[in-house]
C-alpha cells in the first residue's frame, strides 16, 4: 500500500470518527431536550394538579369544632361512623332548585353511616327528620349555648342558631346522643351539591312504582299538573334526581318517613353508579369538583386529601354488604317515635361491629361502658340466673312520691344486689306511678338489670341523664316486697338487632324497584 492509500483511508476513519462523534453529541442534546420537554410537561402537570388541588381545598368548607359536645361517648368502637346531613336550605344557588327561599337550613334527609372495622361491611341507618328525640344543649353562632330540649323533632337540631348553613355540630350531638355512638366525621351537602354529583356520576337510575305528576311534587299547585316522571325505571340527574328524592305525595303515605326507602334506593344506586366507574382517583375527583363547593364537613375531613382517602377505604366493600336500615319507629300523631329496646338493640350492634344477621364484622371491637362486648347468637345466650347481680353499676335514686323515706328504702335494696349507689334524692315531681328507669344511651345493658331489679319499672332513654337514675313511684311505696331481687330473673339486655328490622334492610344491590314506601 502506497503512502498516499494509506493517508486516503486515515483521512476517511477520521471523517468517519468526526461524524459518529457529533452524531452522539446529536443524540445527547435531543437526549436532553426530550428530558427538558418531559420535565416541564410535568412540571405543568403537577402546577396544575397543586392548582386545582389547592382550588379544591379553597372550595371547601369546614364547620365549627367548637359547637362539638364535651360529653361525647367514649371512642371505643373499632369502626367508624360517619353522618350524612342532607339540608334543604334555599338560600344562594339552592333557591332556583329547591323552589322557594328561605335563610335557615333545614335536614332534609339524615343518615349514620356505620363502616365495619373489615372495612367489608357497612350499614347506613336513617333518622327521620320528625322523629322525636332529645336534643342537648348546642352552641349558636354567638357563642352562647342553648338548653337542653325533650321530645323535640330531630330536624329542628339543625335549626338551632338559625343560619342558612344550618348547625352541624348540634345534629352530631343530638345523634351521639339518641345513639351512645361517636360520630367520627359529619357531612353536610345541599340541593345544588346533591345536583352537582348526580351529573357528575353520569345519572343516577331509579324507579318508580306509579307516574308522579306536578301536583304531586307540589300539593299547593291545586291540580294534577304536567307529568313529571313516567312509571317504572329511568336515569335522573339534577334537577330530576333531586325532584325524585324529594318526592313524598301520591306514593306510599305521603309522609316524610313513606319516601325513606326511595331516599335509601336512590343512595344505593348512586354507590352502583359509583363503583361501576371505579373507585380511584380519576372517578373520585369529578365526584369531589362537583361536590366541594357546596360540601360543609368536620375540620377531621376538611381536605381533599382527607375525602379520597375516605373514599378510597370503601373501595372492598361489595355493595351486597351495604345495608340500609331505618331506626326503629313507630307514628306517634303525626310525629315518629324512636321505638326502645329495638333501636338499643341497633346501637349496640353497630359499637361491637355486629353486622344485621349477627356476624362479627370487626374482631376486636372495645367494649363501652354499659354497652354487650359482643352480640352473642339466640342459641349460645346465656341462660337468666334467678338474681340480680348489680356489681359495678351505678346509679342515682330518687324519690317520685310524697312517701318519706322511700328512695333510701330503694338504695337499701339496691346495695344487696350489688349495685353502687352515688346519691339519693328527691325528684322534681312528686306524683310519680311507676317507677321509672332512665338511662343515656349507652348503658341500655346496665339499665336493664336495674329493672330487673325492680320489676314493673318502665324502662327511657334520655340524653339528658348521665349513667342511670331512678324514679321511685307509689307503686313502689305500696308493695315494695314485689320488687325483691331475689324472685326476680334479670332481663337480659337485647343482644342482636330484632329480626324485624334487619328483614326490611335494603342491600345496594337490590333491585331499584323493590321496596320502595313506607306504607
Not at 373514599?311 to 319507629?329: A, E, M, Q, Y
Not at 344511651?441 to 314493673?456: C, I, K, M, R
Not at 331475689?486 to 335494603?506: D, E, G, L
Amino acid at each position: 500500500m502506497s503512502n498516499k492509500d494509506a493517508a486516503a483511508r486515515s483521512g476517511a476513519t477520521d471523517r468517519a470518527a468526526l461524524r459518529h462523534a457529533r452524531d452522539r453529541d446529536r443524540r445527547r442534546r435531543r437526549r436532553r431536550v426530550i428530558g427538558l420537554v418531559v420535565s416541564v410537561v410535568l412540571a405543568v402537570l403537577v402546577a396544575a394538579g397543586g392548582w386545582l388541588y389547592m382550588t379544591l381545598n379553597a372550595d371547601l368548607h369546614t364547620f365549627d369544632a367548637d359547637g362539638v359536645a364535651q360529653d361525647r361517648p367514649p371512642d371505643t368502637s373499632a369502626g367508624e361512623n360517619l353522618l350524612l346531613i342532607g339540608s334543604d336550605t334555599r338560600s344562594g344557588a339552592n333557591a332556583e332548585l329547591g323552589g322557594g327561599h328561605g335563610d335557615i337550613g333545614r335536614s332534609d334527609t339524615t343518615l349514620l353511616l356505620h363502616v365495619y372495622a373489615d372495612h367489608r361491611h357497612a350499614v347506613a341507618v336513617s333518622i327521620p327528620r320528625d322523629a322525636l328525640v332529645d336534643v342537648p344543649s348546642c352552641r349558636k353562632p354567638n357563642g352562647t349555648w342553648t338548653a337542653p330540649q325533650d321530645g323535640v323533632v330531630f330536624n329542628s337540631a339543625f335549626e338551632v342558631g338559625g343560619t342558612a348553613a344550618g348547625n352541624p355540630a348540634c345534629t352530631q350531638n343530638t345523634v351521639e346522643k339518641l345513639t351512645g355512638l361517636r360520630v367520627d366525621h359529619t357531612m353536610v351537602v345541599d340541593f345544588a351539591g346533591f345536583a352537582a354529583m348526580t351529573a357528575a356520576v353520569g345519572g343516577v337510575e331509579v324507579c318508580l312504582p306509579k307516574p308522579v305528576y306536578q301536583g304531586d311534587l307540589n300539593p299547593n299547585l291545586g291540580a294534577r299538573g304536567k307529568a313529571l316522571f313516567p312509571q317504572g325505571r329511568q336515569t335522573v340527574a339534577g334537577q330530576r334526581a333531586l325532584d325524585y328524592v324529594r318526592l313524598r305525595h301520591g306514593i306510599g303515605d305521603g309522609s316524610d318517613i313513606g319516601r325513606i326507602k326511595r331516599q335509601q334506593a336512590f343512595v344505593a344506586s348512586l354507590l352502583k353508579a359509583v363503583k361501576a366507574r371505579g373507585l380511584n382517583p380519576t372517578t373520585l375527583l369529578p365526584l369531589a369538583q362537583a361536590a366541594t363547593r357546596t360540601l360543609t364537613v368536620d375540620p377531621g375531613l376538611g381536605s381533599v386529601q382527607k375525602l379520597l382517602s375516605f373514599g378510597l377505604g370503601l373501595k372492598n366493600i361489595d355493595l351486597h354488604d351495604v345495608r340500609f336500615v331505618t331506626v326503629p319507629w313507630r307514628y306517634r300523631g303525626d310525629r315518629v317515635a324512636v321505638v326502645h329496646p329495638e333501636a338499643d338493640a341497633l346501637w349496640a350492634a353497630l359499637h361491637d361491629d355486629r353486622t344485621l344477621d349477627n356476624q362479627d364484622a370487626g374482631g376486636t371491637a372495645r367494649p363501652g361502658p354499659g354497652t354487650p362486648s359482643a352480640v352473642p347468637s339466640a342459641s349460645s345466650a346465656p341462660v337468666p340466673t334467678p338474681t340480680v347481680d348489680g356489681s359495678g353499676i351505678r346509679v342515682t335514686v330518687l324519690n317520685g312520691t310524697t312517701t318519706p323515706g322511700l328512695a333510701g328504702r330503694a338504695a337499701a335494696q339496691l346495695r344487696s344486689s350489688g349495685f353502687t349507689v352515688t346519691a339519693v334524692g328527691t325528684a322534681a315531681s312528686r306524683d310519680q306511678e311507676a317507677t321509672l328507669v332512665e338511662y343515656a344511651p349507652t348503658n341500655v345493658g346496665p339499665a336493664h338489670t336495674v329493672a330487673a331489679a325492680l320489676p314493673g319499672a318502665e324502662l327511657r332513654a334520655s340524653a339528658r341523664v348521665v349513667g342511670i337514675r331512678i324514679t321511685v313511684g307509689n307503686r313502689y311505696a305500696e308493695s315494695p316486697s314485689a320488687h325483691a331481687t331475689t324472685t326476680a330473673p334479670p332481663q337480659p339486655p337485647p343482644t342482636a338487632v330484632p329480626p324485624a328490622v334487619a328483614a326490611q334492610a335494603r342491600a345496594a344491590d337490590d333491585d331499584v324497584c323493590s321496596n320502595l314506601s313506607y306504607g
